[in-house]
């Protein structure tokens, strides 16, 4: 079969034009405010991914030859990348989520939040956007919480505004369309 480029043309123009690594917004929800990204905070994530997921191979062996049957289905963790605003919100929010998830310096483990034991997972959403700017796909991770806050290099001789990763661990995601919760659907 030929390749024709007029009718990849078609096809990616009859779809809008196709899906943009560019067009996308983040929403990363702690389990209080505390932890709540605002918008302004928000849109500082500069880059993530749409989430891996993977189905591990688990070798049954009969007969002298080894067999593959689906295993469990893993979740990956999720790496941003966060561009650093003058006043460290973003940075200080995620610091101090990661500090009180593990207690004191000293050890002690009483953290309480309106007499019951804090509970440290939140929740994160990223939404592809279409070129007209309009909802796609969500995606929504649960049980998150931020396991990684990356070094912030410094240099004399950069100019470049500052920018770090956080990793962050889930127990999994959903996806469906952003206009209606009934359309979640589990990985």
């Known amino acids: 079969m030929a ?6 043309k078609s ?55 080894a067999y593959k049957l689906n295993g469990f289905r893993t979740f990956d963790v999720w790496t941003t990348t966060v561009i650093n605003d003058e006043n460290f919100e973003a940075r200080n929010k995620i610091s101090d989520w990661m500090r009180r998830m593990v207690g004191k310096f000293d050890g002690e483990r009483t953290n309480f939040y309106g007499g019951q ?14 070129v007209n700017g309009k909802d796609l796909q969500t995606y929504k991770f649960y049980n998150l919480w931020p396991t990684e806050l990356a070094e912030v290099p410094l240099d004399w001789s950069s100019d470049a505004i500052e920018e770090y990763t956080v990793t962050w661990a889930y127990d999994y995601w959903s996806k469906g369309a952003p206009s209606s919760a009934k359309n979640i659907v589990t990985g």
């Open 11 to 65: 096809q990616l123009n009859s779809q809008g034009g196709g899906a943009r690594p560019s067009m996308f917004k983040i929403k990363i929800n702690g389990r209080n405010a505390n932890y709540t990204f605002s918008d302004k905070q928000t849109i500082l994530v500069k880059a993530a991914g749409i989430p891996t997921s993977t189905i591990a191979a688990l070798p049954v062996n009969f007969g002298g030859r």
């Open 3 to 8: 390749f024709n480029v007029s009718e990849l």
């Open 117 to 130: 034991a804090e509970v440290y997972e939140g929740s994160a959403t990223i939404t592809q956007l279409g």
